[in-house]
């Protein structure tokens, strides 16, 4: 399987901080402002949801299904799935942000989150995810390249068939998120507390836009 684009600076601390943690093969490109005109200075993914609010709704209900709802996945297992498929695609602001999300969900924090993205097949997570890391890993190169060896070893390892069909479509689903945050152009701070203080809110992805469209029109 090819190794994430994304690498992992060795001896970094233990901190929340994922710009100091993963770092891309390709510069990112600084851009203030997207390429359409938004109603918001919102980063990424967050002024796109402002600016078209009726496909916001079920793209966060989608997501909290996928990284919020009952699962036999941890919430930081998932979001770490969504992690990596980010950092596969070179995407800056939902890798940093999904990686302050899995890293206050997971028991090892960051560090866990670092290994992932370096090298799933190093890291120090169970035989079961590092299979669904690699599905995860052969969906974002293209549905085809997943194989029946790829379902095959995931099983082997303990996987159900609900885990395999989230883990696909959480890969899926991020890599439309992926591209529809950098096909419009948008920008990713610098500031890691940008993405750390999200990763902190209470509530599901739903929730959470709700509280931030009730804001924008109070």
Known sequence: MKKAVASARKGAGTGGDPLRLIRFTRPGKKRSRAYITLNSDEPGVRGLFRFRPETALPLNALVDVLLRGESTLTQGERELIATYVSARNECRFCCYTHAALAAV?????????????ADPESAPVSAKLRALLRLAGAVQEGGRHVTEEHITAARAEGATDLEIHDTVLIAAAFCMFNRYVDGLGTHAPDDPDAYAARARMKGGYVTVLAEALRQAHA
Request: charged share 15%; hydrophobic share 45%.
């Open 105 to 117: 969900r997971l028991p090892e924090g960051m560090p866990l989150v670092q290994a992932v993205c």
